[in-house]
């Protein structure tokens, strides 16, 4: 049975964080990727409903899953049943959605350690109901103090890195933000201390979860870097094997680690000893002698680990069709741009009885705001972002003049002009910023409490399994964040590149936790991973429902497309199957997505308040094993 101190709701959120740290508390394919996407590849079809293999002889089936369920006194998505479970158990014992939020993470650290770990990062959306504010918390990591624009490009050679071998190398590793994000957000709006939301996960860890499909199919297309880098092996690799569907997987290591930290605090990591072994590990990888992989060393010091801080960012926020929509600021591009493709679709009206111009002009909307994103937005801590503009609606109206209704722009098309002088019309361009590779492979998860509270929390380690660096005895994987960088600077006379690497600079991230609010009241909330496919899952999600009239469980479920200002629109086949012929007579060339998984777009979770107090919890009905939501109260 968890314990938890009792309830304190009621009394006000915590006051900003001071400078410093607590002492106490502190889970797209580019064709120049291709080739590792391929290796990295889950197959799968969100068409039809996963067919688990048959657990092994003497194990347990995994867990049951939900996709919906409705009810009272707070509600959960996230992809995995235990961590479900933690954060409902946190909710019934009187913690609020951001307790909640934390030792869900936790527990996903756990049992999604490819996807999600205290060696990443994320960003975080909520809904205050007491000061009925919308708050973002930036826990997106950095890079290391000696990172420079050129770090990624082979000096042998003068050209970028192999993308296999930038991901599998210390070079990847980013400051991991997760441990300070949560310290962050517990002593600005928690109830509960660190220590008490561990617990859960440290249980999970001890006794062990038992291994699902997707776990398996993770593990095994990791299988040969994971072979090559010890302390992966041992932890991953239980005798040598990639774990069998229905046998329990334990990770006494992490056990461990978490304990520690809910003793020692956050400073254990960022300043103190267990920063050191993961300085020690990004600098001399422990890869097995007898590999004949190239795994470079990283360029992380200890005071970079010492200078990292989570921040408290102002949420972006458009209105669209009489709502309020909140994301993330920069470094993420996710809100800048569900934001400026929404402000684009409102200069016109989406038919629900026409789903396929409405489609249309979804596809053309997120062209037009890719084409932006990749020109003006990276960290805002270190580049000019002209957010205000981007989100205005005089440059979305001279953006969506560019949008023919009866056919596709041929992709891909150039950036607008933030500049406030904003014309009628402006003729279409042919050139832009080649689409950069961001591995899709995270995880999202919503919470909402009884008290009106919400949270959209998205977290990762990038790729599937992240560098594929374990610090060892920790039971964690550290991030390959860095390679969401561009990894050459632009040609002499070619525009900026806002995305560059540099000294504790955060790479720029499509992760968009979303909240829609009405009448100031939270309505929506949605996130899913999916690299930069997250943009446009989370915009089809929010067209899906606010403007084609599907319920949530229905717009969620619904086949996707992604148009990332590419030649081709990448879909999953159940789209194409319906959709395909009539978008190609306007001009569309569709094709499926490559993954990984391939054919698979996302995995998203959301959360839609039917009328105050009742809950409706959504997550994937198939996509990735499909996902798990909860309530705490279940109407009848």
């Known amino acids: 049975m968890l314990r938890f101190p009792s309830p304190s709701h009621a009394s006000p959120p915590r006051p900003p964080a001071p400078p410093g740290r607590s002492r106490n508390r502190r889970r797209t394919a580019a064709v120049a990727a291709l080739a590792v996407a391929a290796s990295l590849t889950v197959p799968a079809s969100a068409g039809a409903a996963p067919v688990p293999r048959p657990a092994a002889p003497g194990h347990p089936a995994p867990p049951a899953k939900q996709a919906v369920a409705t009810g009272f006194g707070g509600a959960v998505s996230t992809v995995d049943p235990d961590a479900s479970r933690t954060a409902l158990e946190v909710l019934k014992r009187g913690g609020n959605a951001m307790d909640a939020a934390v030792a869900s993470a936790a527990t996903l650290g756990v049992t999604e350690p490819y996807v999600s770990a205290i060696g990443g990062g994320g960003f975080i959306t909520y809904y205050n109901a007491r000061t009925r504010r919308v708050y973002a918390l930036d826990g997106r990591e950095f890079a290391p103090k000696r990172m420079r624009q050129d770090s990624f490009v082979d000096p042998a050679t003068g050209k970028p890195l192999p993308f296999d071998q930038a991901v599998t190398s210390g070079l990847s590793v980013g400051v991991p933000g997760t441990l300070a994000q949560w310290d962050l957000a517990l002593r600005r709006f928690g109830t509960r201390d660190l220590g008490a939301l561990l617990r859960p996960a440290i249980g999970v860890a001890d006794r062990g979860f038992v291994v699902d499909q997707e776990f398996h199919d993770q593990t095994a297309v990791n299988e040969a870097r994971f072979r090559d880098i010890v302390p992966t092996r041992e932890l991953f690799l239980p005798g040598g094997k990639v774990p069998e569907v229905g046998s329990v997987f334990r990770n006494p290591d992490l056990a461990g680690t978490y304990r520690e930290l809910a003793r020692r605090g956050t400073d254990w990591f960022y300043e103190g000893g267990l920063g050191k072994e993961i300085v020690r590990t990004v600098a001399r990888p422990p890869v097995d002698p007898k590999a004949t992989r190239a795994v470079r060393p990283g360029l992380m010091e200890r005071g970079d680990l010492g200078a990292y801080r989570a921040v408290p960012r102002k949420p972006t926020h458009v209105s669209y069709r009489g709502t309020d929509v909140y994301g993330m600021p920069p470094s993420s591009s996710g809100g800048s741009t569900v934001g400026e493709a929404l402000n684009i679709l409102g200069n016109f009206r989406l038919d629900p009885r026409d789903p396929v111009t409405a489609l249309h002009y979804y596809l053309e909307a997120s062209k037009l705001a890719y ?250 009905p198939t996509r990735r094993g499909g996902g798990s939501a909860l309530v705490v109260r279940p109407a009848r």
């Not at 920790?474 to 040609?491: I, K, V, Y």
Request: net charge neutral; aromatic share 6%.
């Open 371 to 620: 084409a932006d994103r990749g020109r003006y937005v990276g960290d805002a801590d270190k580049v000019d972002v002209p957010l205000e503009e981007l989100l205005s609606s005089g440059f979305a109206r001279e953006r969506a003049c560019q949008i023919k209704p009866d056919q596709a722009a041929p992709a891909p098309v150039a950036p607008g002009s933030p500049d406030g002088r904003y014309e009628p019309c402006v003729p279409p361009g042919t050139q832009t910023r080649a689409l950069a590779f961001e591995g899709p492979q995270t995880t999202h998860l919503v919470v909402a409490d009884k008290w009106g509270d919400v949270v959209s929390y998205t977290l990762s380690i990038e790729q599937f399994g992240g560098s594929g660096i374990t610090v060892p005895g920790r039971g964690f994987l550290l991030n390959n964040e860095l390679t969401d960088f561009s990894f050459q600077p632009p040609a002499p006379g070619q525009a900026p590149d806002p995305n560059l690497p540099g000294p504790h600079k955060r790479p720029r991230s499509s992760m968009a936790p979303t909240l829609v609010l009405k009448d100031g009241r939270p309505r929506l909330a949605v996130g899913t991973p999916g690299g930069s496919t997250i943009i446009t899952t989370v915009l089809q999600i929010l067209v899906n429902r606010l403007d084609l009239g599907m319920d949530l469980p229905t717009a969620l479920a619904a086949p996707r497309a992604t148009q990332r200002n590419t030649p081709q629109v990448f879909a999953e086949q159940a789209f194409i199957d319906r959709y395909g012929r009539d978008l190609a007579a306007r001009g569309h060339r569709l094709e499926l997505f490559p993954g990984p998984p391939q054919g698979v777009i996302g995995a998203a979770t959301g959360l839609e308040f039917l009328r105050p107090g009742l809950v409706q919890a959504v997550a994937e």
